[in-house]
């Protein structure tokens, strides 16, 4: 079955970047481990129904979901408590304008679930570039987006916000234009 497909034709908004960005996780989680898994860590199976009938109504009869309790899963593998760090990391930078609790709490875990990935955020999202992401930041998590002034990978930015936090300072030098590695933060994607 094409699961980005089916999603999007199912879709409230197939412009909308939460929409795709959403349908981008869920689609990559249903590639890799079928329907009968929990796609997003973190969120259980009836936040996971909430989710699919909020953005993406009647898909979870197309994408023949079991009627009964989906199994949990390992998705994510060892970096759990990443994943929940940035969550966190999200939720504490939500606009309570942007959307409902319920709302934030399912797209904060989708990106997390997206950051532990192996590509650039966008990408592992499957959007069709960093714009849309950047879109889909400045909407959910302004306060968060406006932090990333000079337009650092979104995924280096999240971890050094992290690290930051926690009073880590893992970067080889005091500024960023000094670095050895200022073309893997700031170079294209």
């Known amino acids: 079955m094409e699961f980005h497909a089916t999603l999007m ?28 898994i929990l796609p ?13 009938a ?3 109504p009647g898909v979870d009869s197309a994408l023949s979901l079991p009627r009964g309790a989906l199994a949990m899963t390992s998705r994510g593998g060892t970096r759990y408590d990443e994943v929940e ?17 319920s709302e934030v709490h399912c797209i904060s875990h ?19 570039s960093r714009r849309e992401l950047s879109a889909l930041l400045d909407y959910w998590f302004p306060r968060l987006a ?3 002034v000079h337009g650092m990978k979104w ?11 926690e009073a880590l300072f893992i970067c080889k030098a005091p500024y960023c234009g000094d670095c050895a590695d200022f073309a893997d933060c700031f170079g294209p994607e």
């Open 40 to 52: 997003i860590r973190g969120l259980d199976a009836d936040e996971t129904r909430w989710l699919l």
């Open 85 to 101: 760090d940035l969550v966190t990391l999200f939720k504490a930078h939500a606009d309570p304008c942007a959307g409902t609790t």
């Open 146 to 148: 406006e932090k990333n």
């Open 9 to 36: 034709r199912h879709a409230i908004n197939t412009n909308d970047p939460t929409v795709l960005a959403l349908a981008g996780v869920l689609s990559a989680a249903f590639d890799e481990a079928g329907v009968r």
């Open 110 to 128: 989708a990106l997390a679930s997206a950051c532990v990935r192996d590509k650039h955020l966008w990408q592992d999202l499957r959007l069709p």
């Open 54 to 56: 909020r953005w993406f």
């Open 155 to 165: 995924k280096k930015f999240l971890h050094k916000q992290l690290c930051e936090r």
